[in-house]
């Protein structure tokens, strides 16, 4: 979604290899300041100028900036940029210090196949087996990458067999208070998992949409390839299993994208084998539950959707219950599309807890990708600062304005 200038001195130098630096500007076009956004710079261009790879980026005043070289053999760095204003930044010969990666994602072997990846803002999962094809969202009120810590947690076996021993005793409620001690579902002061999915889009999934009107709801995935793993950006391909769809077994390839400083993932969607030149509907967007079902923003004319959802207390023992929902705090869900959508919906559904969804409607071509976002935040993330339905509603309308107008960057020699 990045523009890329290329100014034609840097083509008209023929001894490009004595230039000691390369100007990259970074142009803000909206209304709106853009705080460290992940910009992407053609490596070529800084490669053929540096006369090697051995390069950082750095801002105006010489500051480091951590940077991610890319399989596309791109340079990936965060800009911070005002609004209608512009940055500079620069490429300076010199060996990256090593910082600390702001993304991550892996194969969680240890808890039936189940995928997740996560920033320094959000965490989400897919899951392997069963019923539950939707994202799953992790809540998260600090920085630190987490995941790994999570799910070590919740899977010690020391724990689980001490655990197992003291049910086999009757003494559930000591049970339970050490698996509490344990979970993920508990928030221990960095976050917590309390949103449930089961058989729904969860937070911003898609599925084809059949002709009767029902969603034809995509399985577990297939397969993986993880594309990009590094410092500032996290992307990986998911193959779904094969489906029905109009009498065709069709099926999906979905590649997600996460990097650093962003509360919404990119989504690139692609379905095989549909019929040759004849569009299907695809719908996408974010489960409602029955403990909120009015709370939600449909909003077709800026294309996004969003709702506040209030987790789901029923993994807790009865007798913690009631103390343990108040940690729940709030979780905002959402889409947003970068180009106009057929229609914005509620469409009841209900199963287990959920009421239905909220879906965004769009023509999909055989072949070819549809580009959307997904995203979510928590009421307790202090640093973010999302705490109402009204405060995320303003989110989903600013990332809409980013995702159309992406920041343009160019490159001169210096």
């Not at 990259?24 to 490669?47: G, H, L």
């Not at 705090?329 to 959508?341: A, F, L, M, R, S």
Request: with cysteine; aromatic share 12%.
């Amino acid at each position: 979604m990045k523009t890329f200038l290329i100014s034609a001195a840097l083509l008209a130098v023929s001894s490009v290899y004595a230039a000691k630096k390369v100007e990259i500007t970074v142009q803000n076009p909206t209304n709106t300041a853009r705080f460290f956004e992940v910009v992407e710079v053609p490596m070529k261009t800084i490669s053929m100028v540096m006369g090697d790879n051995d390069f950082i980026i750095t801002d105006v005043d010489g500051r480091e900036m951590p940077l991610q070289v890319t399989s596309k053999n791109t340079v990936l760095f965060q800009a911070s940029v005002g609004r209608k204003k512009t940055s500079t930044y620069y490429a300076v010969k010199g060996t990256p210090t090593l910082s600390e990666c702001k993304v991550m994602g892996r194969l969680f072997t240890e808890r039936q196949d189940e995928f997740g990846w996560e920033n320094d803002r959000v965490a989400y999962r897919v899951y392997g087996h069963g019923a539950a094809v939707g994202y799953d969202v992790f809540n998260k009120s600090t920085s630190t990458l987490m995941l790994d810590y999570w799910y070590a947690s919740e899977q010690d076996q020391e724990m689980r067999s001490v655990r197992k021993k003291l049910r086999e005793r009757g003494q559930t409620d000591l049970a339970d208070q050490l698996y509490n001690a344990f979970s993920y579902h508990i928030d221990h002061g960095q976050g917590m998992d309390c949103y449930t999915v089961g058989p729904t889009l969860g937070a911003g999934a898609n599925a084809l949409v059949n002709p009767n009107g029902k969603l034809c709801m995509p399985k577990c995935y297939k397969s993986y390839e993880i594309l990009e793993d590094g410092l500032l950006r996290f992307s990986v391909r998911f193959t779904y299993p094969e489906v029905e769809y109009k009498g065709r077994n069709i099926y999906e390839v979905r590649t997600i994208t996460i990097d650093a400083g962003s509360s919404f993932c990119r989504v690139d969607v692609r379905y095989m084998l549909l019929k040759a030149g004849i569009a299907a509907t695809m719908a996408s967007g974010v489960v409602v539950h029955q403990s909120n079902p009015t709370a939600f923003v449909l909003n077709k004319d800026a294309a996004y959707l969003g709702y506040e959802d209030l987790g789901d207390a029923s993994v807790y023992g009865e007798r913690y219950r009631a103390e343990l929902a108040k940690q729940m705090g709030k979780i905002y869900v959402g889409t947003v599309y970068p180009q106009p959508v057929k229609d914005i919906i509620y469409e009841e559904g209900k199963t287990g807890i959920a009421n239905g969804h909220i879906l965004a409607l769009s023509r999909v071509w055989p072949y070819e990708d549809y580009t959307y976002y997904f995203g979510s935040a928590w009421s307790k993330n202090e640093e973010i600062g999302i705490r109402s339905l009204r405060d995320w509603e303003a989110a989903l309308s600013r990332q809409a304005n980013i995702v159309r107008h992406p920041l343009q960057v160019s490159v001169r020699v210096k």
